[in-house]
């Protein structure tokens, strides 16, 4: 019977420990997104600290590249908006807010997209491409969320260029991650 009580009460810890739900600055990523035993916010900091360091690392390979811009966009809001990064150097958070611009700058996405349309649309796009369905792919890229062509974008993508700002951000909120009492930026 004691056991049966407890089932409640460990669903309940296990809940809380849950991903906070989406809100206009920070988008809601399916579980999982960046690993399996990895949580979102940990695993987009690996994913994209890895993929920002050299553009050699996505270099011909358009998911990896998408999957990096996805880690950004959830990033930027998810490290200011949970308390759970209360710790981390706010000018982490505000290079990680500057290197997601210029990521959208870079492939075309307006400015005053929101975040969410922006992770579901790079999403789909990942989808297509490891199911290689490129014209599914290219109906993606041609989303009013991207000003360039879909040949354009699916170009910028498979030879995303190295941003230092996305590199500094990304590669010192890696660092904070480990080390919760280092405040350096």
Known sequence: MRPLILLPVLALCLTACATLPSTQQTPFLPPSTFGIYQDNGTGAINQSAWAFASSANTRGNPIEAAKAVIALEYLSGELRENPRWISMDQAIKLRMALARDDLRQILGIRPDVPPQVVVNTLLALTFD????????????????AFTQSPEQTLQVLSNLP??????LATSRAASQSFSPNDNRS
């Open 162 to 167: 190295y941003v230092q700002q996305a590199n």
């Open 129 to 144: 491409l490891q199911s290689g369905n490129m014209p599914a792919a290219m109906q993606v890229l041609a989303s009013p």
